[in-house]
């Protein structure tokens, strides 16, 4: 057997056995879908909230997730001058190893400035990072020594957005997925062992010819409250993510792998539209353009199930589900099921349960915790129409049956998924809170809960007692 191929098989072994330890091994857990794989953690939290089993200060500034994988957590930070990639004990949080990736990108816009936002992909003995400015890196899990690195703008053309790039790379068999978002480079495939290009991938303009917005398609009646002038304003007149000069644009999203119909494909909310790519060689499939705001801000990671795909942004766009389908020619088209005002979803993310779509519907203006029907995006209750639904805007993860709901100013809170009603079983103030927002998402990895504030990380206990 070639030694490539060696390697690879062994990596992906020691990845699927992290997994299988309810790790945490890349942005929104090992399925990508915000949802951890363990059992036997509380349901109910005392009035003080989980124990804290530890807490560490001296990561620098950032808004990046950590990421579980064999022991070890990883993430990213800016720590004085430089941006640095930094490997933990899962134990104790002790740091092992910090890399410095490249100079501090000086971000203008003051949201988010303090540092970078990626969570590692981990791989068996290799992570893949991406900076703020745009550098891509392969890093070694055991020392941090860079193996490779490339640059979205310098390599392909890319632009940077207007808050940074803030994607996670996608590790999919042989290749790394990230988006310069550049006129020929949309999305491109690299080589996760040479870091050398497989393909680029370019999103046809719709001026020009190519496939456009949202194709006719049954809406659910009255979907679409409210419309584009609601909270959060319609977003017109500015183009700073740069995917509005005639060009596909980067936003702020990370893709996921999805298999419909024997094929598998890349799936990214862009700039200016929800896509999908062909695996095998980046060639275009389809695109939505309804759940994209006009100022290019999505940030969301898209949601999938059984053919089905949903997007939502803020700044007066809200949400939309699509159908994949072949057409007559063997492509693939996305005709829109529905749209919905009422999930402009920001950058909390949303899960997907027993039907159900749970997520943060609210822009800069704040906003609540949703439910909603995910395939016909019936709203199943609202936390702003109610005000003992006491869930405001935030980031969500899944695990064991419950929701990890940390609101954007700090508190956490354990909610059980109901179409029927918000049933909260915990909440507790993290202490210590910096005055930036908390917008780093929950983390759930063997038994623990994990909470980012900027400099620092704070490890909770939440694994059900055995008696």
Same mark, same amino acid.
């Given at each position: 057997m070639h030694t490539r191929t060696v390697t690879s098989a062994l990596s992906w072994a020691v990845l699927l056995a992290s997994a299988c330890a309810a790790d945490w091994p890349q942005w929104q857990g090992p399925d990508r879908n915000a949802t951890s794989k363990e059992a036997g953690?509380?349901?109910?939290?005392?009035?003080?909230?989980?124990?804290?089993?530890?807490?560490?200060?001296?990561?620098?500034?950032?808004?990046?997730?950590?990421?579980? #994988?064999?022991?070890?957590?990883?993430?990213?930070?800016?720590?004085?001058?430089?941006?640095?990639?930094?490997?933990?004990?899962?134990?104790?949080?002790?740091?092992?190893?910090?890399?410095?990736?490249?100079?501090?990108?000086?971000?203008?816009?003051?949201?988010?400035?303090?540092?970078?936002a990626c969570t590692p992909?981990?791989?068996?003995?290799?992570?893949?990072?991406?900076?703020?400015?745009?550098?891509?890196?392969?890093?070694?899990?055991?020392?941090?020594?860079?193996?490779?690195?490339?640059?979205?703008?310098?390599?392909?053309?890319g632009r940077v957005p207007m808050w940074s790039y803030r994607e996670s790379p996608l590790?999919?068999?042989?290749?790394?997925?990230v988006t310069p978002g550049s006129q020929d480079a949309t999305l491109v495939a690299l080589d996760k062992l040479t870091g050398k290009t497989i393909w680029k991938s370019q999103m046809?303009?719709?001026?020009?010819?190519?496939?456009?917005?949202?194709?006719?398609?049954?809406?659910?009646?009255? #979907?679409?409250?409210?419309?584009?002038?609601?909270?959060?304003?319609?977003?017109?007149?500015?183009?700073?993510?740069?995917?509005?000069?005639?060009?596909?644009?980067?936003?702020?999203?990370?893709?996921?792998?999805?298999?419909?119909?024997?094929?598998?494909?890349?799936?990214q909310f862009t700039a200016r539209a929800l896509i999908g790519?062909?695996?095998?060689?980046?060639?275009?499939?389809w695109r939505y353009d309804r759940p994209a705001n006009r100022m290019g801000i999505n940030c969301s990671t898209p949601v999938y199930q059984d053919g089905l795909v949903f997007a939502a942004s803020a700044y007066g766009a809200g949400g939309g589900l699509v159908k994949l389908s072949k057409d007559a020619n063997g492509g693939v088209k996305a005709e829109e099921v529905y749209s919905v005002w009422k999930m402009q979803n920001h950058h909390g993310g949303m899960i997907l349960l027993n039907g159900c779509l749970y997520g943060a519907n609210g822009g800069n203006e704040g906003g609540y915790l949703v439910c909603l029907d995910f395939k016909t995006g019936k709203i199943l209750w609202d936390g702003r129409d109610d005000p003992?639904?006491?869930?405001?805007?935030?980031?969500?993860?899944? #695990?064991?049956?419950?929701?990890?709901y940390r609101t954007e100013k700090g508190p956490v809170l354990l909610i059980e998924p109901n179409p029927k009603q918000y049933i909260e079983h915990g909440r507790f103030d993290q202490p210590d809170r910096t005055s930036q927002p908390a917008w780093t998402h929950p983390v759930v990895a063997n038994g623990k809960l994990y909470i980012r504030d900027q400099d620092a990380l704070l490890c909770y206990d939440v694994k059900a007692s055995d008696k």
């Open positions: 953690l509380l349901k109910e939290w005392p009035k003080e909230g989980p124990p804290l089993a530890w807490k560490i200060k001296g990561l620098g500034g950032g808004y990046s997730g950590p990421s579980i #994988a064999a022991g070890k957590i990883f993430g990213m930070s800016n720590r004085g001058e430089d941006e640095v990639v930094w490997a933990l004990s899962e134990k104790d949080g002790k740091e092992l190893w910090a890399t410095r990736l490249g100079p501090a990108f000086q971000q203008q816009a003051p949201q988010g400035k303090e540092g970078p992909t981990v791989d068996g003995e290799r992570l893949y990072v991406e900076g703020s400015g745009g550098d891509v890196a392969c890093l070694q899990v055991t020392d941090g020594k860079i193996v490779w690195q490339r640059s979205m703008t310098g390599d392909f053309g590790v999919d068999g042989e290749k790394i997925i046809p303009d719709a001026s020009g010819g190519g496939p456009a917005g949202p194709t006719s398609g049954p809406s659910s009646p009255g #979907a679409r409250e409210g419309g584009p002038g609601g909270p959060g304003g319609s977003g017109r007149g500015r183009g700073g993510s740069g995917g509005f000069d005639g060009g596909p644009g980067a936003a702020y999203a990370s893709a996921i792998a999805i298999d419909f119909d024997g094929q598998r494909q890349y799936v790519v062909a695996a095998a060689d980046g060639k275009f499939l003992d639904h006491r869930a405001p805007k935030g980031s969500v993860a899944l #695990a064991d049956g419950r929701l990890y």
